[in-house]
């Protein structure tokens, strides 16, 4: 036994017990022990100063001042061990939690892979002589439809149809549209043809046309004009990424903006004969060229477009190109091909990347995302394919269509994937892949 002599003082402050809502959080614990002395002199044990004080967001425990004066107060040694362990185990409880909540660190999960899902099929199509990626409003949340006469907006968010529109133009019926491509939320630009009503003269056709349609108001805006009318041109282009119209004839590009309605011409004096099929960079610094008339090559050419000059080819095709595509931040170029293969080249050395196999006959297009992680291709074998742009690995292949695709495009968030037949438009949605 012990005699213990002195006064002890203990001293916790302010209590004040607060329940809120039958729920007791406990956050931004802090366990502050600033004076906690233990001395044994002569067999005495004093305790001088103890102050423990939690702090909760919500619960708080302050217990009022309480004084406990000891004059004279026996207790075993083995009592005094046992509160002790007691207070060490209290502090346990808190202490790891404490400390272990300042170490765990939250590790993010890989992000899912992309799958493109089918999202529904329609009668029509899109753009089949170039890229359709204009077919999809700004937001791509419409997808502009083909259907004889008439040009059908789909709603890729409702899955439904958002409004039939029936261009009509002066003096001209039995028009068949070829391409609608949105220059702005509310405005389509479409090249049709139709049969022109003359007053005495009787009926023909026209040449190629050019209008703009406002999709709010079902009517046209501005005029109607007419593309290469006086022949020898190349088959008329239009570039969604950069919103111009393009021809060819006699060496000269001519080049017209829509919605400006600004213009220009490029001249290539080397190029004597016609290409079927060119290409544009989204900078306006490349002309890549191929399917040019009476030329052997099947290796499409490049034009440096501030010097006019031919500067290099895109090597190792086995057969005719069928399409040509620059990725959005003009690094990349990706070619379909006749020989069933896709080639992806680095622009400015023209050096050959990849070379994507797995299509069965013709690659009629090929496309780079917006965001530059995918590639789409569509083919003579009536799938979609759709590859990493990063590696060329093939991630998924659609076989929905029950006809030789000619078509394929992104939307501009990259979220939905269309491909077109000649009588059919058929749209996928992506899950994953952010």
Known sequence: MFNFNGTAKLEIGNSNLETRKSKIEIGNSELESRCLGLGIRNSEFEIRKTCIKFRFSIFDFRVSKFEFPISSFQFPVSSFVRISAALLLVASLFLPGVILGAQVETVASAPAAAVWVSHGK?????????????????????????????????????????????????DITDIQIHSANFLSPHLLFMLANGVFHAKGKGKSPTPLLSFEWNTDEDHLEGKVSVVGGKGGYSPARFFPTINYLAIYKDSNFDLWNPLTGQGGRVTIPDLTQIPNLYEISPDGHWLLLAQIQTTSGADPSVVEL??????????????????????????????????????????????????????????????????????????????????????????????????????????????????????EVLTWKRQGGD
Request: with cysteine; charged share 25%.
């Open 306 to 423: 501030k010097t006019h000059k031919f500067v290099d080819q895109l090597h190792g095709h086995e057969g005719t190109v069928m399409s040509m595509a620059f990725s959005r931040d003009t690094q990349k170029v990706v070619t379909a091909c006749e020989d069933g293969k896709l080639r992806i080249y680095s622009v400015g050395d023209w050096k050959l990347l990849q070379t994507l196999a797995g299509h069965i006959g013709t690659v009629h297009r090929a496309e780079f995302s917006p965001n530059g992680k995918w590639i789409a291709s569509a083919g003579e074998d009536r799938t979609v394919r759709v590859w990493s742009a990063e590696d060329g690995t093939l991630l998924q292949t659609l076989e929905e269509s029950r006809e030789p695709l000619l078509d394929v495009t992104f939307s501009p968030d990259s979220r939905f994937l269309a491909a077109s037949s000649e009588n």
């Open 122 to 170: 329609m009668e029509g199509h899109l753009a089949l002589k170039f890229s359709s990626a204009g077919a999809f409003s700004p937001d791509g949340s419409l997808l502009a439809v083909v259907s004889d006469e008439k040009l059908v907006l789909m709603n890729l968010r409702t899955d439904g149809i958002q409004k039939i529109l029936k261009p009509r133009l002066p």
